[in-house]
């Protein structure tokens, strides 16, 4: 009688673990080879109905290899894309589509990625307040996506990136990162999935190398959107990577500034006619910043008038959304650069009129 109610209860554990593992590999965060783990589990249990110090190591090998697993899987899936409901979509049909293509696009990529739907519409969930484990948000209307980032511009002070810099005013400008949203037409809307799910994936990948053929790999869905701006975001990013490998390697960093000056120009070339405010004030500051870096190379610090007057006609651009936190965020940072590099350009002219005399 008593080994036949201790089959029972080991039946009823082995149902329980596989609904769990069911469940957690239908949420990603368990997988096929983790089949293994539970099996192992069910058989130190079997033995700990008979010996006690067995059942005692097998809870805590239990509850110790089910959270390292989890905490692994929960890390490999925290990549979520998260669609709201577009504002003009009555019942939601394109807001599901659009999951729908994105979630195809990341299997067929071979990506771990969670794609969940969010029932609000047309609002800048922060990524910080938002119950989702939310990367990407994409929210809108049927005219025009805006996809959300997070709740701030991300930034790095260029004395960070490299501590050589720290001693003179060039290394207290700031490097814009990132921004809080950029735009893109929805449809078409598979090659529309495409882009943002290959964008998904480049946005958190670990290594800057990986990132830059992640990114690229976005700019090749090609389809017939009204614009082209959201492009603009990827070669800003692009961009982004190459100048900060030239101001970590600042001895061979020529080519790079090359590289990087032509991604944030192609950048600019896409935003032809669109508002994109945030990232138009972001590749502006940017060039800015590295046009500066290219001539301390050089051995001349400078900030022209003209590179001054794209900056401030940055900061006034912004101020149409004066109501708009990530707007006043930015223009502070922007601004800022314009302080520090008056004074590169003032401590210039003051070095040639002392050269001169």
Known sequence: MKFANSVIVILVMVVILTIFGSVLYGAHFLATQDLPLILILVCLLFCGFWLREVLVLAALASFG??????VDRYLEASSVVVVSDILDDQHGVFSILL????????QKIGAKAIVARSKERFQPISLKNSEHYSRLIVSGAKSNLFILLGDTPKTAIVGDINPIFTENYFGRLILIRDIPSFAMPLRPLTPTAQFLARLTVALFLPVAEDQELALRDATRVIARWNSFSHYGYVLFLRGNLLFERALKEPLSAKGLITCARVSYLNALSKLHGSKQLFLRSAIVSNLTLLNIFAGLLEGEEKF???SQQRLTKAVSLLATKSDDVNSLHLRSIIKENILFAKRIGARSRLIKNSNSL
């Open 99 to 106: 999951k729908n293509e994105i979630e195809k696009e990341f």
């Open 65 to 70: 290899l089910i959270s390292f697993r989890l």
């Open 304 to 306: 022209d008038l003209k």
